[in-house]
């Protein structure tokens, strides 16, 4: 197994600007990853193909003519069809929301009050925007076609998930985050992104997607899908039974000479994902250098490897 090449100068390229932050800020996103991931990908790509394309870390830093970006999840994909009809201008609407649930805005500077920050170091934004995030979710919940307010439940709650009950309704609470400068950037850099691209979203399963389409040589379908090892919310609907069909299916786009990349995890917690072990067997694979955060700490880079496989050479 090879190491991505030039990691070392790549990884720090990446705390730079040069490369598009999802504003989904979605759990587990590639963006961390894709300087290391955009040097193993093929030169040239006519369709760029994402199966499981989550909150777009990578197709936003695709160059392609043409994009077909799918996922199961029919809350994140709405998402993606709601935010990419919108412009600058819908910054306005969302500051207007801000403002009629006195949410904070550090962004706009309208944060908690200094003694609340002293008295709750770590947890003050989730405090002071409790009942304002309470009052959102439960208006979301009341008309769930209001896609603005989803959107802020999402930069307002827990961690930045989407998460719906078995009714339905979403039922995140409140985060400890809040509309600051990242948020802006973001959404700034999906707007510029979308504008004027051929681009479609699908909510499919990643096998259906794959059949509808016709194929082509120089598309590439790039795959990351929930790793079998590891545990995460969308992890969830992804068992052994959804990974052998992956293979499965990549054996068959291998055969007709179609190029494919996939992420995964080889190895998490003392757990080895066997049948990933064998799928690689038959094509290059590249180790990647995850965990950026904890880069400098041994214990936790040895405990997961990150691993990238394709099936093309340039
Ligand atoms: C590891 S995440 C992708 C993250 C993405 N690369 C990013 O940077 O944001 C895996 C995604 O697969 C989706 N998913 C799970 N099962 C699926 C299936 N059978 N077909 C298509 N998508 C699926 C989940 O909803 C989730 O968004």
Same mark, same amino acid.
């Given at each position: 197994m090879k190491e991505a090449t030039l990691f070392d100068e790549l990884e720090d390229l990446s705390?730079?600007?040069d490369y598009l932050r999802s504003p989904?800020?979605?759990?587990?996103?590639k963006f961390k990853l894709m300087p290391q991931l955009l040097n193993l990908?093929?030169?040239?790509?006519n369709t760029y193909i994402e199966a499981f394309c989550g909150g777009g870390s990578s197709f936003l830093n695709v160059r392609a003519k043409k994009y077909l970006l799918n996922d199961k999840d029919e809350h994140i994909i709405n998402l993606h069809r709601f935010l990419s009809s919108?412009?600058? %201008?819908f910054l306005e609407e969302l500051f207007k929301l801000i403002a009629h649930y006195k949410l904070s805005c550090s962004l706009k500077n309208i944060s908690p009050d200094l003694s609340m920050k002293k008295e709750f170091k770590k947890t003050y934004f989730a405090r002071f925007n409790k009942e304002a995030y309470l009052n959102l979710r439960a208006d979301f919940n009341a008309d769930k076609k209001d896609l603005a307010r989803l959107y802020l439940l999402l930069i307002y709650g827990f961690n930045r998930f989407l998460r719906f009950n078995a009714k339905g309704d979403f039922n995140l609470p409140v985060g400890n985050v809040d509309f600051n400068l990242n948020v802006l950037n973001a959404l700034k850099s999906y707007f510029s992104f979308m504008k004027g691209k051929e681009l479609d979203f699908y909510n499919l399963d990643f096998e259906d997607f794959l059949k509808k389409l016709d194929l082509k040589k120089d598309d590439f379908i790039y795959l990351d899908p929930p790793y079998l090892i590891s545990s995460s919310?969308? %992890?969830?609907?992804?068992?052994e039974k959804e990974e052998k069909r992956l293979y499965e299916f990549l054996a068959k786009l291998n055969s007709k000479k179609l190029r494919f990349g996939l992420s995964n995890i080889l190895r998490h917690k003392g757990k080895t994902n066997k049948l990933l072990e064998k799928f690689m067997q038959n094509y290059e694979s590249f180790v990647i250098k995850s965990n950026y955060i904890s880069f400098n700490d041994n214990s936790i880079k040895k405990d997961s490897l990150e691993v990238f496989i394709r099936n093309y050479k340039d």
């Amino acid at each position: 197994m090879k190491e991505a090449t030039l990691f070392d100068e790549l990884e720090d390229l990446s705390l730079s600007f040069d490369y598009l932050r999802s504003p989904f800020f979605y759990v587990g996103d590639k963006f961390k990853l894709m300087p290391q991931l955009l040097n193993l990908f093929p030169k040239h790509i006519n369709t760029y193909i994402e199966a499981f394309c989550g909150g777009g870390s990578s197709f936003l830093n695709v160059r392609a003519k043409k994009y077909l970006l799918n996922d199961k999840d029919e809350h994140i994909i709405n998402l993606h069809r709601f935010l990419s009809s919108k412009d600058m %201008n819908f910054l306005e609407e969302l500051f207007k929301l801000i403002a009629h649930y006195k949410l904070s805005c550090s962004l706009k500077n309208i944060s908690p009050d200094l003694s609340m920050k002293k008295e709750f170091k770590k947890t003050y934004f989730a405090r002071f925007n409790k009942e304002a995030y309470l009052n959102l979710r439960a208006d979301f919940n009341a008309d769930k076609k209001d896609l603005a307010r989803l959107y802020l439940l999402l930069i307002y709650g827990f961690n930045r998930f989407l998460r719906f009950n078995a009714k339905g309704d979403f039922n995140l609470p409140v985060g400890n985050v809040d509309f600051n400068l990242n948020v802006l950037n973001a959404l700034k850099s999906y707007f510029s992104f979308m504008k004027g691209k051929e681009l479609d979203f699908y909510n499919l399963d990643f096998e259906d997607f794959l059949k509808k389409l016709d194929l082509k040589k120089d598309d590439f379908i790039y795959l990351d899908p929930p790793y079998l090892i590891s545990s995460s919310e969308y %992890n969830k609907l992804w068992s052994e039974k959804e990974e052998k069909r992956l293979y499965e299916f990549l054996a068959k786009l291998n055969s007709k000479k179609l190029r494919f990349g996939l992420s995964n995890i080889l190895r998490h917690k003392g757990k080895t994902n066997k049948l990933l072990e064998k799928f690689m067997q038959n094509y290059e694979s590249f180790v990647i250098k995850s965990n950026y955060i904890s880069f400098n700490d041994n214990s936790i880079k040895k405990d997961s490897l990150e691993v990238f496989i394709r099936n093309y050479k340039d």
